[in-house]
């Protein structure tokens, strides 16, 4: 026999899957696209000067190298937030 379980709007619903919210909202993209870009920096802060050394031999598009770099560090780094903030959502409301 299963359990019902609790909607966040109050109703219910038979499986977990059906109690997980319908999207995700503005506020958590924002959020996690802020802890990637503070993560990025402490990372950059760490490793700025090894990146200029890897990227000096490119001569003219090491800087385009260098924001390139940057820029894929930033969007992986809010990826995984995203998918973190999802898999601990998600395991929040189907535990019981």
């Known amino acids: 026999m299963t359990t019902p379980h609790e909607r966040t709007d109050g109703a219910s619903?038979?499986?977990p899957d059906q109690c997980l919210p319908?999207?995700?909202?503005t506020a958590e993209?924002?959020?996690?696209g802020l802890v990637g870009l503070l993560c990025t920096g402490v990372v950059l802060?760490?490793?700025y000067p090894m990146l200029v050394t890897v990227t000096q031999p490119l001569y003219v598009l090491s800087s385009?190298?260098?924001i390139a770099i940057i820029t894929t560090l930033?969007?992986?780094t809010w990826l995984g937030a995203e998918?973190?903030?999802e898999w601990r959502?998600?395991?929040?409301?189907?535990?019981p």
């Open 89 to 95: 959502t998600a395991r929040a409301l189907t535990e």
């Open 13 to 15: 619903c038979n499986s």
């Open 45 to 47: 802060a760490l490793y």
């Open 29 to 32: 993209h924002c959020l996690c």
């Open 22 to 25: 319908a999207s995700v909202g």
């Open 64 to 66: 385009t190298a260098l």
């Open 74 to 76: 930033w969007l992986l």
């Open 83 to 85: 998918c973190v903030w």
